[in-house]
């Protein structure tokens, strides 16, 4: 079984298999109680006892915005291997010949930006990352999230550079010319019993209509590898 948050249904069917229950069960129980009140952890143990029976995979979801059409036949690449990739991208992304030529400076010689100079040279921060829940691609701001479909951390930092050197901003221009996508792949479970507290909390606030909190979603991090093509299920353009 394949622990999956793509949608409230999933996720409950998730629990319901792991806890040897059914997903109305799990609804009954998340319409009646109160995290605020009682630890999520203390309530879920009452009610339903330990897993019964553990995930052997995780679907997680990788939030990018890339030139549309691109297939990730390669996989979904670490920093240090998509770098080239990305500043293609954001060269193509400008039209006028100035602006090119400007980023083509900016790659050779530096960008004055200090988040760009320390992720391309830690591997700490090469990713991939990716997140556990589906939905949390859609409420960055209110859980404090960057917002990746909007754009990717590296783009704005090469962006914020470029302003700085050249003295006006090429955000917009690149991001309207890059396509918002979320990447659904399979990955081996990392996250042990505290993926199930995650996932209850998600579908406590899905159920009742309140906002999603950092303890609603986790986070992956492929830690400087390459996720494979054939752990790929979907590439959904938005």
């Given at each position: 079984m394949i622990l999956d948050c793509e949608s409230l249904d999933s996720?409950?069917?998730s629990l319901a298999w792991s806890y040897?229950?059914?997903s109305n069960e799990v609804v009954a129980f998340l319409k009646n109680v109160d995290p605020e009140t009682v630890p999520l952890p203390e309530l879920v143990r009452s009610e339903f006892g330990n897993q019964k029976r553990m995930w052997e995979s995780v679907y997680w979801f990788h939030l990018t915005r890339v030139p549309p059409g691109t297939d990730f036949d390669e996989g979904i690449?670490?920093?240090?291997?998509?770098?080239?990739?990305?500043w293609d991208a954001i060269i193509g992304a400008v039209r006028t010949p100035k602006a090119k030529r400007n980023l083509k400076r900016l790659r050779?010689?530096?960008v004055p930006n200090r988040l760009y100079k320390m992720k391309v040279v830690d591997p700490l921060h090469a990713g991939p990352y990716a997140m556990l829940v589906r939905e949390a691609a859609f409420h960055a701001a209110e859980m404090g999230n960057h917002d990746y479909l909007e754009v990717p951390e590296i783009i704005e930092d090469i962006c914020d550079g470029y302003e700085k050197r050249f003295g006006h901003s090429i955000?917009?221009?690149?991001?309207?010319?890059?396509?918002?996508?979320?990447?659904k792949f399979e990955a081996v479970d990392q996250g042990g019993p505290d993926l199930a507290l995650i996932v209850f909390?998600?579908?406590?606030c899905m159920i009742h209509d309140v906002e999603l909190s950092i303890y609603?979603?986790?986070c992956y991090d492929a830690r400087d590898t390459i996720i494979p093509r054939l752990a790929i299920r979907e590439v959904k353009f938005l």
């Open positions: 996720a409950l069917g040897e229950a059914t690449l670490p920093l240090h291997l998509a770098l080239s990739k990305i050779e010689e530096g955000l917009s221009e690149v991001t309207a010319a890059l396509q918002a996508c979320i990447v909390n998600y579908c406590w609603s979603n986790t």
